[in-house]
């Protein structure tokens, strides 16, 4: 390898306002997502949906990527999200699973909605991507809540089935957005005066919405606006939405909203789920027969009303019970809650009712508990989202809880389980339940390991297989984590010691431990025969034949924050909190190199040769984001003082946020909190067009 300004041709320098110039010098590289560990669990309303009507695929969230999984070859494929995407704010699927829509939220602070395309022509590229979401109330901000319509007319008129997708923002411009996202065409606006949990359309009139937040639920009505005349202003939307009448009765119980869904089939009705535990059936007021004539009365504005209440949904022997989660089936509904329970209740009828003598929606409806479970893949976490799809004959269920782990199961199981459903699939083997703080991977082995803080737990994930392989409860939070080169030896890293535990089928066994205080970072040399410890500002270095300490590197004037090995094993690299970069000789522990850049450093690699790369976020902080680039050092010989070049874009990150970033020539592991703290995972390939990467020697 030549040494640019030694053995080779001199690189110029890249200026760092120049977005040409930053393009081309990362012409050629690319990163292909291999697979992706971790669920958003309560951070996102719909964390999990079908991505058909058989239930053989799931679409989940992970990070700020979308993943495609198939339940019976366990395949997954990721979307192509762009680099501006920050995180995924809400999820929704058609009726008939044959769009997806994704909001997210870009850089820099706007938001937009990808839509994909499910089925057998689905392509992990959006159909369309709406960016420009603004109007007379200024630019949409984070979207909370996304919905597609699912009937086959509006006020009488017909309408292609999901033609229309609608919004909810929070915020300071807060609304509600109905659009027609072929045209990209604003419908409807309404303005909120609070951000909305959930949305959804009347199944039998697209011009009716339902709107649930904590403290209200809502139904919203669409009508067309009168044709502008001459010299009036031209409006932006083609309807009008108002607020119909608000039901008197559900104000008396001042209950806390968690979810509502309009039943199934459809006659205008909804059911409402309650944080104090009841289930309130309501109707919109506008029947299937209303539906039908509702282009002769449009004068005439549908009235809601309250149906009934159900106080215990998990049984009579559940009280007070939760309820986080509703959704609807052919006649009954599926509630989820607190402790891993699921209930499911069915509407009774009589012997002269069916398809063809639907049932009067002003009677009251009879609705049986026909079984409540408990999952036992939820380990006792309260259910996050719930998703249903399938026939009459048959329905499918999908559950991602707060811990974020994501099962599925018959519905015809829980009737069959006594109590219990124990044999539920964990997808991907579980996930972690907070935000991964270290992590390292094996290069003899298709292994990496992570470490939470949340749960004090371990997990070794075989990145070729796509699960994990073993979960390791510790007795007390890791500091820090690393894996030999080989795979079979880990040194975790706790508050007053550093374990070696070797890697077993299904457990961690401990091999030794050293009684050393204070260490937050380990790294195993490419050779795996030398492991560097950081403590604070210090460098502890260890022989792994003997486990004695073998030198004490001091250089740092803040804690140490990142440390690698070139791939001979000839040099370690440390970088402080600071900026600094410290270089070391392996054959002496002498210092052979210092520099730093300003800012706040987050990880270090090297390639050897003198070529080093040190990921420093600037200082400054502005709307609450600060401004994160890799720096690339190149080191000159020692007479000569190195070169920063600016070699990757620019990227934001929260600033409360702390990346945790494992770089090397052999892979890139990334795991990010995001910035709403959810646990993910991703393990990536690096591609370049034009160069062959090294592979690298134990």
């Given at each position: 390898m030549q040494r640019p300004g030694v053995d080779g041709p001199r690189r110029p320098s890249i200026d760092p306002s120049s977005t040409a110039a930053v393009e081309r010098a990362t012409a050629g590289i690319s990163l292909e997502v291999l697979c992706g560990f971790g669920s958003h669990g309560k951070n996102l309303r719909d964390a999990v949906i079908f991505g058909d009507i058989a239930g053989q695929y799931l679409a989940q969230a992970v990070g700020r990527q979308l993943a495609f999984r198939h339940l019976l070859g366990e395949e997954v494929s990721f979307a192509a999200e762009s680099c501006d995407v920050d995180a995924i704010t809400a999820c929704a699927a058609s009726c008939s699973r044959?769009?997806?829509?994704?909001?997210?939220?870009?850089?820099?602070?706007?938001?937009?909605?990808?839509?994909?395309?499910?089925?057998?022509?689905?392509?992990?590229?959006?159909?369309?991507?709406?960016?420009?979401?603004?109007?007379?109330?200024?630019?949409?901000?984070?979207?909370?809540?996304?919905?597609?319509?699912?009937?086959?007319?509006?006020?009488?008129?017909?309408?292609?089935?999901?033609?229309?997708?609608?919004?909810?923002?929070?915020?300071?411009?807060?609304?509600?957005?109905?659009?027609?996202?072929?045209?990209?065409?604003?419908?409807?606006?309404?303005?909120?005066?609070?951000?909305?949990?959930?949305?959804?359309?009347?199944?039998?009139?697209?011009?009716?919405?339902?709107?649930?937040?904590?403290?209200?639920?809502?139904?919203?009505?669409?009508?067309?606006?009168?044709?502008?005349?001459?010299?009036?202003?031209?409006?932006?939307?083609?309807?009008?939405?108002?607020?119909?009448?608000?039901?008197?009765?559900?104000?008396?119980?001042?209950?806390?909203?968690?979810?509502?869904?309009?039943?199934?089939?459809?006659?205008?009705?909804?059911?409402?789920?309650?944080?104090?535990?009841?289930?309130?059936?309501?109707?919109?007021?506008?029947?299937?027969?209303?539906?039908?004539?509702?282009?002769?009365?449009?004068?005439?504005?549908p009235v809601p009303y309250f149906v009934c209440r159900i106080a215990a949904p998990f049984g009579h022997t559940v009280s007070d019970q939760q309820v986080f989660g509703i959704r609807p089936f052919i006649n009954g509904f599926v509630v989820a809650g607190a402790?891993?329970?699921?209930?499911?209740?069915?509407?009774?009828?009589?012997e002269n009712e069916g398809d063809a003598n639907p049932v009067d929606i002003f009677a009251i409806p009879k609705y049986a508990h026909e079984c409540t479970a408990v999952i036992d893949a939820g380990k006792g976490s309260a259910v996050a989202s719930i998703d249903l799809v399938g026939s009459r004959d048959e329905v499918h269920v999908a559950l991602c809880f707060d811990s974020s782990d994501i099962t599925h199961f018959r519905l015809g199981a829980l009737t069959d389980c006594n109590g219990h459903l124990a044999d539920s699939p964990l997808l991907g083997g579980g996930f972690h339940p907070g935000p991964v703080t270290c992590m390292d991977m094996a290069v003899q082995r298709a292994i990496l390991v992570t470490a939470c803080s949340q749960d004090a737990s371990l997990r070794v994930w075989d990145y070729e297989a796509g699960r994990c392989e073993l979960c390791w409860q510790a007795p007390e939070e890791p500091t820090g984590l690393a894996l030999h080169p080989f795979g079979f030896l880990l040194a975790v890293s706790f508050s007053d010691r550093i374990r070696f535990m070797e890697i077993l089928a299904k457990d961690l066994k401990l091999f030794s431990e050293l009684h050393v205080k204070n260490v937050h970072l380990l790294r195993f040399s490419h050779g795996g025969h030398l492991l560097a410890a950081a403590q604070s500002k210090l460098i502890l270095v260890f022989s792994t034949c003997n486990l004695r300490k073998i030198a004490t590197l001091r250089g740092h004037p803040r804690e140490v924050s990142s440390m690698a090995f070139d791939p001979l094993d000839r040099t370690l690299v440390t970088l402080g909190e600071d900026g600094k970069v410290c270089e070391w000789s392996t054959e002496n522990w002498n210092s052979l190199n210092e520099y730093g850049a300003h800012g706040e450093a987050a990880a270090v690699a090297t390639a050897g040769e003198g070529l080093v790369w040190a990921g420093v976020a600037r200082a400054s902080v502005h709307g609450g984001f600060r401004k994160a680039q890799l720096i690339d050092c190149v080191v000159r010989p020692r007479s000569r003082r190195p070169r920063f070049g600016h070699f990757a874009k620019e990227c934001t990150k929260k600033a409360r946020t702390t990346p945790c970033i494992h770089l090397s020539t052999f892979a890139l592991c990334s795991s990010t909190a995001g910035p709403q703290r959810c646990p993910s995972l991703l393990a990536t390939r690096t591609a370049n067009s034009s160069h062959s990467a090294d592979s690298r020697e134990p």
């Open positions: 044959s769009f997806l829509a994704v909001c997210q939220v870009c850089r820099p602070s706007r938001s937009q909605v990808s839509i994909y395309e499910l089925g057998p022509v689905a392509s992990n590229r959006p159909v369309q991507t709406l960016q420009e979401l603004n109007g007379r109330d200024g630019p949409v901000g984070r979207i909370t809540a996304v919905a597609f319509s699912s009937a086959s007319r509006a006020s009488g008129v017909p309408e292609d089935e999901a033609s229309r997708l609608a919004v909810a923002s929070m915020g300071y411009r807060a609304q509600i957005i109905v659009l027609d996202w072929r045209l990209n065409e604003i419908i409807s606006r309404f303005v909120l005066q609070e951000e909305l949990s959930r949305i959804d359309f009347n199944p039998l009139d697209s011009d009716m919405m339902s709107g649930s937040s904590l403290n209200s639920f809502d139904i919203f009505l669409m009508r067309d606006l009168p044709v502008a005349e001459d010299g009036e202003k031209e409006q932006l939307e083609s309807k009008e939405m108002f607020k119909l009448q608000q039901l008197e009765e559900l104000e008396e119980f001042a209950v806390v909203f968690t979810d509502h869904a309009w039943l199934a089939p459809a006659n205008g009705r909804l059911a409402l789920a309650s944080e104090e535990g009841a289930i309130f059936i309501v109707g919109s007021g506008l029947g299937i027969e209303d539906a039908e004539n509702r282009a002769q009365h449009l004068d005439m504005d402790s891993s329970q699921v209930a499911v209740w069915r509407l009774e009828q009589d």
